[in-house]
């Protein structure tokens, strides 16, 4: 049984930095694609970014391009986000995913992934 952790969340200014993590238990964790939703509330949930089983590709919403990096080390079977620039339209529940599919085509797609972490607040202040 494979189960995703989230960490980093918190506190943060307009303009400031935070670093999720996603810690993933179970084999073979290098074999699968990784991604980080987010959801504040009234509004859905959306894919943010998303990384290859390789780290050789990866995805960004246009909202958080060119702010957000996500990368993994598989040897700890850990998935992160780096933050920067926070804007207040920022704050949601962020969630790490695995992805079940194969290819590239749709890594935005909730329909891809097949396990979910709980989730750790961010929160933007402006």
């Known amino acids: 049984q494979v189960q995703l952790v989230e960490s980093g969340g918190g506190l943060v200014q307009a303009g400031g930095s935070l670093r999720l993590s996603c810690a993933a238990s179970?084999?073979?964790?290098?074999?699968?694609?990784m991604g980080w939703f987010r959801q504040a509330p009234g509004k859905e949930r959306e894919c943010v970014a998303a990384?290859?089983?390789?780290?050789?590709?990866?995805y960004y919403a246009d909202s958080v391009k060119g702010r957000f990096t996500i990368s993994r080390d598989n040897a700890k079977n850990t998935v992160y986000l780096q933050m920067k620039s926070l804007k207040p339209e920022d704050t949601a529940v962020y969630y790490c995913?695995?992805?079940?599919?194969?290819?590239?085509?749709?890594?935005?797609?909730?329909?891809?992934?097949?396990?979910w972490g709980q989730g750790t607040q961010v929160t933007v202040s402006s």
């Open positions: 990384i290859s089983w390789s780290g050789g590709s990866t």
């Open positions: 179970g084999r073979t964790f290098s074999s699968y694609a």
């Open positions: 995913a695995r992805r079940k599919t194969t290819g590239w085509g749709t890594p935005f797609s909730q329909r891809e992934y097949d396990y």
